[in-house]
Structure formats: C-alpha cells, structure tokens
C-alpha cells in the first residue's frame, strides 16, 4: 500500500505541474519596480523572488535581459518571481553600485537573501531556472562529490526509500534543468543526488561511460533489507528530458513479478478498449512467463516516441527499458521466450537509425518542421483540455454530423508535429466558443481512422472543415492560430454575403450590432450596396462572397432605398461600405464592375490596415502586395507623436507605391532575430528601416539623429531613389519556399489491407458511406476488400491481435519510403 501510494501521489504531482505550465490568459512576465525602497518593502513572508538591479539598459545587457524575461513565466510555475528593480542614478548602495549592477542577480524567499548568482552563470533560460531550483531544493537535492558519500546515502535510504543518482556534465544545462524540475515534483517521493564528478560516474558503472552526456541512474534502496544488500541501479536509456526522467520512475515504480520480464502494450484514450483486449490475449500466453501490463499513454502522460507500441523491463540488474516497434501479437510472444529476438530487433532498429543519419547528410527532410518538432516536444507535458472537442470514428461521424447546425471537424495524425501544435490551437478555440450555440467542435485522428479520413478527400494533415447539412464542406485555408481559426468558425455561422432587407439593418450591420451571432466579433464589416440597374456587379459580389466565405464579414443591401444609403456616404451603387472600429468611420469606395476575381483581389486589400502593425499571422498578407516595406521597430507601442506622422505618410499618396508598417517587439519577439540578421548588434529604438524584398533585397536605416516626421522621411526616401544612401545590408537571394513539397500521407496507409481495421474482428463495409454534403470521396479509394472467412475466424480465435491501439501501422512500410519527422 505504501508504494501505491506514492506512486498515486507522484502522478498527481506530475499532472498538477504539467496542468500548471499552460499557458493561461495573463501570463508571468517580468515585473518591475522603480526603486530598490519599493522592491523591499513589498516582500512577503514565504514569496521568492529573482531580482536584478540595474541603473541603466546598456547594448551589451540587452541578451542577459532578453534570457531573465523569458524565464519569469517559467520559473512562475515554481512559485518565483522575477523582478526587473531600477537604480536611481544617487543610490550607491550594496545593490545598486557599480560592482553589482548588472553583474549579479539575488534571490529572496520574503526578505531574506538565499544566493547570489553572478550573471555570466544566467546565461540562457535553462541556466536560470536549474540554478534557481538548485537554490530552493538545497536540501532536497544531495550534492556529492566522492563514491563514499553516495554509498552513506544509499546505506541511509536502504529498506526506506529509492534514490535518483544524476549525473550532468555542468551545472545550468537543460539536463541540469530537466533533473532539478523532476525533484521539485518528486523530491519528497525519492531522493535525488547530483554531481558533476566525472570519476564519480565511472565509479558507479561497470562500463566505461560517456563522462561528456549526462546520466541518471534509479536506485532501488527501498527492496535493500539488509545492510549488505547493494542498491540495483536502473539506467535511463534515454536523453536527460523531463519527459524522459518521469517515463523511467513511473516505469521503476512498477512491479517485478517474482522475478520475470514485465510488457508493457502502450496504449491511447480513442483505442483503450481494443488495446485492453490485446493485452488480456498477451497475458493468457504468456501466463507464468512475464508480467504484462496495458500502460495509457492519456492516463500517465507517457511521451516516448509514436513508432514504439512496446516496452520492455527484463529483471536483469542494470538493465534499461527498451521500447520497440512491433508488427503483432506473436512477436511480443517470441520477444519474451526468445532473448535473441530483443537483441535481433534491436540491431534492426539501430541499422535504420544509421541509414536514417545517412539519408539526414544527403537531403533536408528533416529540416522542415524541425522548429514545429521541438516547440511540441518541449509543451508536451502540458495536459490539452480535449473535453469540449468529441472524438469521431468510422462508427459515429456521420451520424455526429446531424447534432448540431454545423459541425467542425479537425483532420489531424497524432504522431506528426504541425498537427499536434494545431490541436493545441484548436482546444483553445473550444474554450473560448464553449456554449456557442449549434457549433460542434470534432476530431478524427487519421492515424486511427485512416480509411474514414480516405473516404472524406482528406489528403494532407492538418485540416480543417466545416460541415452543414445538405450543402458542400467548407475548408479552412487560413493561418493555424486560436484568433484565426475562431474567426473563421463565427464568420461561417451566416451566409456570405448576408442580404439585409431594412434600411435599419444595414446601420445596425455597419455599427457591428447585426447579425447577433456576430455581436462580439471585431473586424471590418464590408457592405456591398446595389441599385436595381447594377446587377451585373452583384451577381460579381455574390461569387466573391461564397470565396471568401468564413473569411470576410460581407453584408449586401439592394433595397429601393439602396441610393439613398450610398449617397450617405458620398458613393453612389455600385458601392463598397468598410465600417472600422466598430462603425466609428465608415468609408465609401465606389465599385467599378470587375471580373469575380478582381472583386475579391479588391476585397482583401480594401480590407487590409492603412497603417498596420506587422505581425506573425498577418504578414503574409502585406507580402503578397508585392511592395517595399517602410517598417517602424519599437520596443513597445509607439507614440503618438511617431503614430500620427506615419499616418500622415501612409494617407498621403493614392495607391502608395510601398507599405507603411510597424512591428512591436514585445508582441512579436521575433524581430530580435530580424534586426540581428541586418546589424551585428541590436541598434538604438525606435528604427525605421526600408526593405525591398522583392527587389535586390538592400535594407536602408533612417538616419537615427533625425526625429520621425513625415518631412523627414520624405526627404529620406527622395536621397535613397537617387543613390545617395549606401545600404546597411543585403537580404539573401535564397529561396524562401518551403524545402519539400507537402507529403500525402494518407496515399501510404493502404486502407484495402484488412490489418487497418482499427478493432480486432470488425468486418469493413463493401461500399462507401453516405457523405452529407461533403466533399466527395472517390467510390474505389472507400472500398476495402471483404476478409476471407479464415481470416475472419482466425481474428475471432485471437482478439487484438494486430497490436492496433498505439501501435503505428506505417512501422512496416518506414523502410520502403524516406520517413518524415517525427516526434
């Protein structure tokens, strides 16, 4: 009972730190105070806090800022915060003198000091917080240097309790980090020890280690009765993650059963009973001969990699769990009765990685979404609230398309990267259109559903669609962000463009206040006002609407009143309304009669700012004009005073022939790495430089002892037309496509071979399904072959025998095609 409950207690502790790194509406940030008087007197009693004390932001602090910001969210997680305190330029004392200034960070538990860290040992994120928890958790975290202080420890912790022994190459390095985050979760369950003894680690292990990687080692000290009794030590296979570090004490904390190797048939929430039925068929044949175990990947927040469906814990002391990647039943039989088998299979595997790292030398596969990789293998510990999204399958899509209005339905694989970061998006927008009424949000995972995903045209992950009865899918074509992809939900709820019949309707649609579904939504509202006489340009109108459906928020009023409505606003039919800000200024543009794309080319750049801030989502739209970029950095909002003049400048040309812009740093930290790649350090800001992408790509500085005026930058502009400015630098002339086209997965998974199925026994349908005003779906690719009765029978005998919960059903096709990247 006592190991079941610590275990038990682990595994809270493990989801209460994972539930309490999602990113919440809010989030830490630095904190600031104007002088170290303000700083001290708020302490509290028991709150830690980092702080820094600076008179001034010189250029050379400007990384060691950069690096402590972004660690306040983080280290927020473990209840410290990090405080940015000013110097007056009078205050010399201990804090704020030149010796300390900028060159040391203290850390506080209420008023009391706990350590000082020079700040050349701050110098990424990962430094910050293992040092700041090596700090907190001194006495939780044993530091040993020589054999004979490990072997006191584990003589004290012998019948009592399991240590964790870490050993890292230095201190502040993210395994540093991954093992000091682990302890803050499970330190009061084993005890942990570090070092960085490279003598010590060869001491401990019959091998010749790598003293260059870190290490970790699962002491079993708590099944030592007897003083004579060693400690067995457990390795941990895998890199120094946090991820990695909870797998190993979970899978430690399992039990040997008398002596045999342990299975473990790794499992997920959509396909748990199917595996549990594989498992329970695993167990009877291997009844007396090992231990066998279902372990959910859901339940126990397991990442170990996709391809794996099995693990396996042999007692041989020293031993590492090894996970593999198995075809069926009877191989997991023959891995526990033939030891060879492991080692065959091992070998296999580590011939793939090898062609693998060859093939890696010879192309970029894995180079496209490496960046998407490791922004979800670094968030996977964070638990996604998946409630308010319903799982569909072959068995209830159809019929869950009829419940509501319409039906949203994200197309994702669960083992590919873009499309897990999509779902992260994707619960956000459950939350926040919980309780929207006749919208379902849904999920197939094609990874599961693989046939139902062929049968839907669903050729590339992820994907987006919206479902109405009796009229075709919608497809979502937009950027994968919680604002975008919830705009486009709310816009497709009314018909594009929505025809009002009242003169009251049209003011009420121009002010934001009708259509009610579309009450809190913010942007631009686009009018199309017709005479009776201009009904070539409405049927023109109507086709643009239906393209840019989901997209736009598009009204059209063709009343007899229609002139007088238009003329309101100084434009007679045919005549473009744009109501900004909530109809605070309505703009008239008259509509010439234009070919249905011209009308939705004029649309969408109608639509765009006069005078915009640039960001990730919204860029692509201003690099499609094809045009210079005037474009301001700040390091915040910009003032008024800069505001105003760049208006003047972006107003003061028709048909400007270059885009005026601004880009906030703090909202979009990635023009950091923008302005590093035109200067060797960070200049002065605010900046204003001119960039043409898309002609020889040379980027001017506006000269930074000028003010910003409209003046000025005019003058500016007419120097750098003639030649007289010499370039501060120029753009590369690489290509900026992606580096491979998009993969069809699906046309790889083979939907005809009756081992798809994802139940044991279940008998595919001869003919496909009825689709409901979906996109068609070819009649042979949703055909599957109908099994042989043996097959059948021999399915019957042996339920779940395909291994078809977890278990990745490309495995056997990963040596005909060059793999993709994977998590």
């Known amino acids: 009972m006592p190991a079941q409950k610590d275990r038990w207690v682990s595994s809270l502790l ?3 730190f994972c539930a309490s790194s999602i ?36 250029p050379g602090a400007q990384p060691f800022l950069e690096h402590i910001e972004s660690s306040a969210e983080a280290l927020q997680d473990y209840g410290v915060s990090v405080v940015k305190v000013n110097c007056p330029k009078e205050d010399v004392s201990r804090y704020c003198g030149k010796e300390n200034a900028l060159r040391k960070a203290f850390l506080f538990r209420g008023n009391r000091l706990i350590r000082e860290f020079p700040t050349d040992a701050l110098f990424d994120v990962n430094s910050i917080v293992a040092n700041v928890l090596f700090a907190l958790l001194f006495n939780e975290v044993k530091y040993v240097e020589t054999l004979a202080d490990l072997e006191n420890i584990e003589n004290v912790l012998k019948g009592k309790s399991n240590m964790v022994f870490a050993y890292v190459p230095a201190t502040g390095t993210a395994e540093h980090r991954a093992v000091m985050e682990a302890a803050f979760v499970y330190g009061t369950i084993h005890q942990f020890v570090l070092t960085t003894e490279a003598a010590l680690l060869k001491a401990t292990s019959h091998d010749d280690p790598d003293v260059s990687s870190a290490w970790l080692l699962f002491c079993h000290c708590q099944r030592a009765t007897e003083p004579a009794q060693p400690c067995r030590r457990t390795a941990l296979a895998q890199p120094l993650t946090l991820l990695n570090i909870h797998r190993h004490l979970k899978l430690m904390g399992a039990p040997l059963v008398l002596g045999l190797p342990l299975v473990f048939i790794l499992s997920q929430k959509e396909t748990y009973e199917a595996d549990r039925r594989t498992a329970e068929f695993v167990a009877w044949q291997l009844l007396g001969k090992a231990g066998v175990a279902l372990l959910s990947r859901d339940l126990v927040e397991l990442n170990v990699l996709h391809r794996s469906n099995v693990a396996l814990k042999t007692p041989d002391e020293g031993m590492p769990i090894q996970y593999l990647v198995l075809e069926d039943t009877d191989e997991v039989i023959t891995l526990v009765e033939d030891k060879n088998k492991v080692k065959q299979i091992q070998e296999d595997e580590q011939e793939e990685e090898e062609e693998y790292e060859d093939e890696k030398e010879d192309n970029n596969q894995d180079i496209q979404d490496d960046q998407v990789v490791e922004a979800v293998s670094r968030d996977k510990k964070r638990e996604l609230p998946l409630e308010q999204i319903l799982v569909l399958t072959e068995e209830n899509f159809h019929s869950s398309l009829s419940e509501a209005a319409r039906t949203v339905v994200l ?3 669960s083992w590919e990267a873009v499309s897990l970061a999509v779902l992260r998006s994707y619960s956000e927008v459950a939350a926040l259109l919980k309780g929207t009424p006749g919208v379902l949000l849904s999920r197939v995972n094609c990874w599961d559903w693989p046939g139902l995903c062929s049968q839907e045209n669903v050729t590339q992950f992820p994907s987006i669609r919206i479902y109405k009865e009796g009229q075709q899918s919608v497809t979502y074509g937009g950027m994968w962000g919680t604002e975008e992809l919830s705009s486009f939900i709310l816009l497709s709820q009314v018909p594009c463009p929505l025809k009002l019949a009242t003169m009251d309707e049209a003011e009420g649609y121009l002010r934001g206040e009708f259509p009610a579904e579309l009450s809190s939504h913010h942007h631009t509202s686009l ?13 023109a109108f109507e086709e643009a609407g239906n393209i840019l459906s989901g997209h736009v928020r598009m009204g059209m009023y063709f009343e007899d009143d229609a002139l007088a409505l238009s003329q309101k606003y100084s434009v007679s ?29 004029m649309i969408r750049y109608e639509l765009l700012d006069i005078f915009p801030e640039i960001t990730v989502p919204n860029l692509p739209q201003y690099l499609q004009l094809g045009k ?8 915040g909002d910009i003032s008024q005073v800069e505001s105003k003049e760049m208006l003047k400048l972006a107003k003061g040309r028709p048909q400007q022939t270059f885009v005026v812009c601004w880009l906030n740093l703090k909202k979009t930290p990635v023009g950091y790495g923008i302005l590093r790649t035109h200067f060797s350090t960070i200049p002065p800001l605010p900046v204003l430089l001119w960039v043409n992408l898309h002609a020889g790509g040379q980027v001017f500085k506006f000269p930074s002892e000028q003010p910003i005026t409209e003046m000025n930058i005019l003058s500016w502009l007419e120097k750098l037309q003639a030649g007289l400015e010499v370039p ?17 997965f699906l046309q790889m998974m083979e939907p005809s071979v009756p081992e798809l199925s994802p139940h044991a026994g279940d008998t595919p349908a001869q003919h496909p399904p009825k689709n409901p005003g979906g996109d068609t779906a070819g009649g042979d690719t949703a055909t599957r072959e109908e099994p042989s009765q043996e097959s059948r029978a021999e399915e019957v005998g042996s339920p779940g025998r395909g291994l078809r919960g977890t278990a990745p059903r490309l495995a056997a096709r990963d040596k005909q095609g060059k793999r993709h990247s994977e998590l």
Not at 48 to 55: K, Q
Not at 528 to 538: D, E, I, L, M, P
Not at 578 to 600: K, Y
Not at 728 to 744: C, H, I, V
């Open 411 to 413: 197309f994702y694989a």
């Open 728 to 744: 501060s630098s120029t753009l590369s002339e690489e290509d900026w496509k992606p580096p491979l086209p998009a993969y069809n």
């Open 527 to 539: 009018l199309g006002v017709f005479s009776s006489a201009t009904s070539k340009a409405r049927e």
């Open 573 to 601: 039919p045919p005549a473009l309304l744009l109501a900004r800000r909530g109809g605070r200024s309505v703009e008239g543009i008259a509509l010439p009669e234009h070919s249905v794309q011209d009308m939705v080319q």
């Open 23 to 58: 990113p919440q509406c809010g989030s830490a940030s630095l904190q600031q105070e104007p002088s170290p008087q303000h700083y001290f007197s708020g302490l509290e009693a028991g709150k830690t806090s980092l702080a820094f004390f600076t008179p001034s932001v010189s």
């Open 628 to 635: 210079p970029f005037l474009i301001l950095f700040s390091a």
């Open 14 to 16: 493990f989801l209460l």
